[in-house]
């Protein structure tokens, strides 16, 4: 199994934020949405609850994938 075909990230407009967030998942697992509500230059993680440990390479690339995503680059 590669890593980055379980990798899904989905940006989208949520009530409970004024701006996108980006939700990274592995497989149909949410692991974690980064969030820009007090700007691009500060996005915060939120994690779900429902994980324990997770690849580090793999949460990295989730990242800065994620991160290209919601910020449209």
Known sequence: MHYSDSLKIIVSSDVDYESL???IYFDDI???LLQQENGINDIRIEFSSDINTINFDWFQNALNE???KLLNQ
């Open 30 to 32: 949410l692991i974690a």
């Open 66 to 68: 994620a991160k290209k």
């Open 21 to 23: 967030i980006a939700e």
